[in-house]
Structure formats: structure tokens, C-alpha cells
């Protein structure tokens, strides 16, 4: 290590952190140093944290949320209206209509958006499940909350097509949603307005 320059193990924190969405080399630098200043109340317990959810935390096999369990709570519970599936495309998504406390069916991610730019067809995404959990007799409405961007409506176009035969109704989220609006992002009143208002496509 030169005079001034950060010791290697901090260097590939860094490294790492600055590969995570919304941060760069000058924000993960910042935040290790915090990281670095509060060692047992916040580095370690995190340290711990970070290896419980990868030994503990899958991915359900029906719907893709994130568990420790598979299925995952909200396949199992009960409660849920099993006439409905909401198509979301990251578990993010699933948990903003979750904090909505508006719906209370099942879900089903799809891991992303179609993107010709991006190379992600339709054998890169987890729909040959949505059309097989689509055929299920006790399925009636499956409801696209997909992002209001081109790729976001490329992708709900493709689905309505794969599920024209499944004999359920599909519906889309309706007003509330801005255009390049993205779900993570929308407070939860618009979310509700959304889901509440939502059309047949």
C-alpha cells in the first residue's frame, strides 16, 4: 500500500459497493468509512446480516418473491384471493403493492422487463410459470403492474398475448401510474388509486 492510499480490504469494499444500484465509487467510499467508524454497532451486526439472508433467503419456486421459506408466505397464506395474480417485474414492485395494503392477492415476478437494447427476451424472463399458474381453474384475473415505460409496455403486451388462452381475465393498472413512472418508486396512495382503477386490456 502507498503513502495515502486506502488499505486493499477497504479498496475491494468499495470495489463491491460501487456495483450495487444507486451508488458509485464516491458514495461507497463514504459509506464504508461510516461503516468503519461504527464497527459493533453497524459494521458487524450488518457483516451478519448480509451472510444470514444469503445462507437463509431464496427465491420462491411459484411466484419469485424473496423468502426463507419456499413457497414463500404469501403463496401459503390462506387469506390471499387466489382468483387473482399480480405481474410484477422485480420483488421491489411486490413489496410497494404490499405496502399499499390495497391488494390481497398472489403475485408473480417476472425478474424484468422485455429489452431488445438490453438482449432480455422472452426466455429470460419467469412467464412459461405465470401461464402455467394462469391455467389453474381457480384463476379469474391476472393484473399487469408493469413499469409505464416502452419496455414496461412491450412486456405487458407480450403477456397479454401468452395468456390469451388461459381463460382469465387480464387487467392493467390504470390511472395514478406517470408515464416512465416505475412502481418502487410511487407513493402508496398513488399505488392504491392504481390498482383499484385498473382496466381490461
Known amino acids: 500500500m502507498g503513502r495515502g492510499e486506502a488499505p486493499v480490504e477497504i479498496t475491494e469494499i468499495v470495489r463491491l459497493l460501487g456495483r450495487l444500484p444507486g451508488f458509485g465509487r464516491r458514495s461507497a467510499r463514504r459509506a464504508i468509512l461510516h461503516l468503519l467508524k ?10 451478519q446480516a448480509l451472510l444470514d439472508a444469503a445462507d437463509q433467503v431464496s427465491t ?15 403463496c401459503r397464506d390462506p387469506e390471499r384471493d387466489q382468483r387473482q395474480i399480480c405481474v410484477v417485474k422485480e420483488v421491489a414492485d411486490l413489496w410497494a403493492l404490499e405496502r399499499s395494503a390495497t391488494y390481497r392477492g398472489l403475485y408473480h415476478v417476472t425478474g424484468g422487463l422485455l429489452s431488445a437494447l438490453d438482449g432480455i427476451g422472452p426466455d ?4 412459461p410459470m405465470l401461464c402455467r399458474r394462469a391455467e389453474q381453474p381457480e384463476v379469474e384475473e391476472v393484473i399487469l403492474a408493469m413499469d409505464a415505460t416502452v419496455d414496461g409496455q412491450i412486456t405487458a403486451h407480450y403477456l397479454v398475448e401468452s395468456l390469451a388462452g388461459c381463460g382469465v381475465t387480464v387487467t392493467r393498472l390504470a ?27
Open 38 to 47: 461504527h464497527r459493533d454497532g453497524l459494521m458487524r451486526p450488518l457483516g
Open 60 to 74: 420462491c419456486s411459484r411466484c419469485g418473491n424473496l423468502d426463507t421459506e419456499d413457497p414463500c408466505g404469501i
Open 124 to 127: 429470460d424472463l419467469n412467464i
Open 175 to 201: 390511472r395514478g401510474v406517470p408515464v416512465g413512472g416505475e412502481l418502487e418508486y410511487l407513493d402508496d396512495g398513488t399505488l392504491s388509486q392504481a390498482l383499484e382503477a385498473r382496466r381490461t386490456m
